[in-house]
T-cell receptor
Framework: DTGVSQNPRHKITKRGQNVTFRCDPI?????LYWYRQTLGQGPEFLTY????????KSRLLSDRFSAERPKGSFSTLEIQRTEQGDSAMYLC????????????FGEGSWLTVV | AQKITQTQPGMFVQEKEAVTLDCTYD???????LFWYKQPSSGEMIFLIY??????QNATEGRYSLNFQKARKSANLVISASQLGDSAMYFC??????????????FGRGTSLIVHP
C-alpha cells in the first residue's frame, strides 16, 4: 500500500489520559499536515511539517498537543491530559511540494474521550 | 472572514443527472490553488480536482470539472452523470501564500450530496 497510513484508526480513552497517533506519509512526500475534523465541519488545520521541520502551528494546537516528525519520515501527534472537547477525527495528509494536486489524506484516526 | 464559503449544506440529484456544487473564496494573493475533495461515510478525504489561479483553462478529471470564475472568486464543482457512489460530503479548499510561504490548504464546511435512483 503506497497511500498515507494512520494508526490507530479508532481510540477511546478516558479524560485525562494521553493518546498518540501515528502517520506514515507517502514515502517521497516532503510535506506533512495534521488536521482535526469534528462532526458537520470541514478539516481544521493543526500543524505542518516540511521534512523534519515543524513550520507552522495553528492556535487550535494548545500546549497539550505536540507533534513530531523525526528524520522527516513518519509523524506522531500526541495529546496530553485529554478533554472531552478533543473528541474528533484527526487527519494526516502529505504532499510533494506544491505540485498540481491536493495533499493526499489518510483514513483518519477517530478519538473519543469519555 | 471565511476564506472558503460553501452555501449549500445539502444537495439532491437523480442518478445520471449533472450537479453543481458551489464554492466561493476570499483571497488577496494573486497565486493560489483551489481543490475539491470527496469524503464518503468511511471518513477518508479523497482528492478530486485542482485548479491553479494562473491556469487558463478550467480543470477536468473524468466526470469532474471545475467551473473557475476568477473575477467572481468562485470555483464550482460540476459532476456529470451522477452515480449512486457519488453520495458523500464534498469539500472545497484553497491554499494561498502565508507568512513563510507555507501554502496550507483551508477547507470549507462542505456540502452533502445525495444521489437517488
Amino acid at each position: 500500500d503506497t497511500g498515507v497510513s494512520q494508526n490507530p484508526r479508532h481510540k477511546i480513552t478516558k479524560r485525562g489520559q494521553n493518546v498518540t497517533f501515528r502517520c506514515d506519509p507517502i514515502s517521497e512526500h516532503n510535506r506533512l499536515y495534521w488536521y482535526r475534523q469534528t462532526l458537520g465541519q470541514g478539516p481544521e488545520f493543526l500543524t505542518y511539517f516540511q521534512n523534519e521541520a515543524q513550520l507552522e502551528k495553528s492556535r487550535l494546537l494548545s500546549d497539550r498537543f505536540s507533534a513530531e516528525r523525526p528524520k522527516g519520515s513518519f509523524s506522531t501527534l500526541e495529546i496530553q491530559r485529554t478533554e472531552q472537547g478533543d473528541s474528533a477525527m484527526y487527519l494526516c495528509a502529505s504532499s510533494l511540494g506544491l505540485g498540481g494536486s491536493g495533499p493526499i489524506f489518510g483514513e483518519g484516526s477517530w478519538l473519543t474521550v469519555v | 472572514a471565511q476564506k472558503i464559503t460553501q452555501t449549500q449544506p445539502g444537495m439532491f440529484v437523480q442518478e445520471k443527472e449533472a450537479v453543481t456544487l458551489d464554492c466561493t473564496y476570499d483571497t488577496s494573493d494573486p497565486s493560489y490553488g483551489l481543490f475539491w475533495y470527496k469524503q464518503p461515510s468511511s471518513g477518508e478525504m479523497i482528492f478530486l480536482i485542482y485548479q491553479g489561479s494562473y491556469d487558463q483553462q478550467n480543470a477536468t478529471e473524468g466526470r469532474y470539472s471545475l467551473n473557475f470564475q476568477k473575477a467572481r472568486k468562485s470555483a464550482n464543482l460540476v459532476i456529470s452523470a451522477s452515480q449512486l457512489g457519488d453520495s458523500a460530503m464534498y469539500f472545497c479548499a484553497m491554499r494561498e501564500g502565508r507568512s513563510g510561504g507555507s501554502y496550507i490548504p483551508t477547507f470549507g464546511r462542505g456540502t452533502s450530496l445525495i444521489v437517488h435512483p
